[in-house]
């Protein structure tokens, strides 16, 4: 009998002195990850690379944020004709988005705010479709068809829809970490601002909003030099 305590006694010390130096060893190798250069790099590195996107998109975002409001604006001029059209939810559409982007760009002030970037510019591509859906559809009141004759509605729900998936593909390579990577993105993102900018460019009363589209492209493209 005793000869069966000494041998489970014997098996329950080596069990013990190795679970604690499996402890100490799972212990050391944290430890050492915690303080690794490469791990601090890469963390610092994350950091940097939403900062440097920081101002720009804060900057673009208010200017798109603006130019729906200009785009609501016209709507409001002549209430009884445009309010509550397609026109005008368009624009509340495309303010809406400009402030996801601008919010996005005050997130990546924080280095622990990539969700909330990634959030924001996901939220911005859903305005700009819900945008494009506005225009596409035509739900129009009174004499909003005749301002909608004056511009390609088509074409400028069709680009509007290509602008959702910029900022949709630009919350994803946030997402997966691919930040410093974004050029072709935002070359996308440029030629669409661009493209708004004519459009808007010709109808009458969205001259403003057709400038401040192309203030927005300018800014894209410089982000593209940060790259």
């Keep these: 009998m005793k ?117 924001e510019m996901r939220e911005s591509a859903v305005c700009l479709k819900e945008a494009a859906e506005m225009i596409r559809k035509h739900q129009l009141v009174g004499g909003e068809e005749d301002v909608l004759k004056t511009m390609n509605g088509s074409t400028i729900a069709t680009v509007l829809g290509e602008f959702g998936e910029v900022t949709e593909e630009v919350a994803f390579a946030f997402l997966t970490g691919r930040g410093g990577g974004l050029v072709e993105e935002f070359e996308k993102g440029s030629d669409c601002l661009s493209r708004l900018g004519d459009l808007f460019a010709e109808v009458k009363g969205l001259e403003e909003a057709a400038a401040l589209f192309r203030q927005s492209r300018n800014i894209f493209e410089k982000i593209k030099l940060l790259e």
């Design 3 to 119: 000869y069966y305590v000494l041998c489970l006694m014997m098996i329950i010390s080596t069990s013990i002195d190795s679970f604690n130096r499996n402890t100490v060893t799972v212990g050391t190798v944290v430890a050492r990850l915690q303080t690794s250069p490469a791990i601090m790099r890469s963390t610092e590195l994350r950091a940097a690379t939403l900062k440097m996107y920081s101002e720009p998109l804060l900057t673009a975002g208010k200017k798109i944020a603006l130019a729906g409001e200009k785009i609501l604006a016209l709507t409001k001029e002549r209430e009884a004709d445009y309010w509550g059209g397609g026109l005008s939810l368009c624009g509340a559409n495309i303010r809406n988005a400009g402030d996801s982007i601008a919010q996005a760009g005050a997130s990546c002030k924080n280095k622990w705010g990539k969700e909330l970037v990634v959030d």
